[in-house]
Nanobody
Framework: QVQLVESGGGLVQVGGSLRLSCAAS????????MGWFRQAPGKEREFVAG????????RYADSVRGGFTISRDNAKNMVYLEMKSLKPEDTAVYYC???????????????WGQGTQVTVSS
């Protein structure tokens, strides 16, 4: 079966960095657009970043553009989210997701990971 497994979350201080990873299995990885979403307590899930099938196109939420970088390695079935200059408002559970259409949208995603907690402390 399809599995998306996130890792790399944790506790970091304001201004710090984290790198999230998502390992995909059970699917033809290069056939899927990949994305990262997040959900903070009491808030709706929101889009963070998306990357196209080959990685040639990327999209970012305005709130993270310039600080976060999404990338993928189709040979390893991995997608990454490099997060720099983290702020308290970046605190959330971060989810990896797979979709067959571009740009990636939460409502269209076929598969989701279980999430990884990112906490930015001040």
């Amino acid at each position: 079966q399809v599995q998306l497994v996130e890792s790399g979350g944790g506790l970091v201080q304001v201004g710090g960095s984290l790198r999230l990873s998502c390992a995909a299995s059970g699917l033809t990885f290069s056939s899927y657009v990949m994305g990262w979403f997040r959900q903070a307590p009491g808030k709706e899930r929101e889009f963070v970043a998306g990357i196209s099938w080959s990685g040639g196109s990327t999209r970012y939420a305005d709130s993270v553009r310039g600080g976060f970088t999404i990338s993928r390695d189709n040979a390893k079935n991995m997608v990454y989210l490099e997060m720099k200059s983290l702020k308290p408002e970046d605190t959330a559970v971060y989810y990896c997701a797979a979709d067959t259409t571009w740009p990636i949208k939460s409502d269209n995603c076929d598969f989701w990971g279980q999430g990884t907690q990112v906490t930015v402390s001040s």
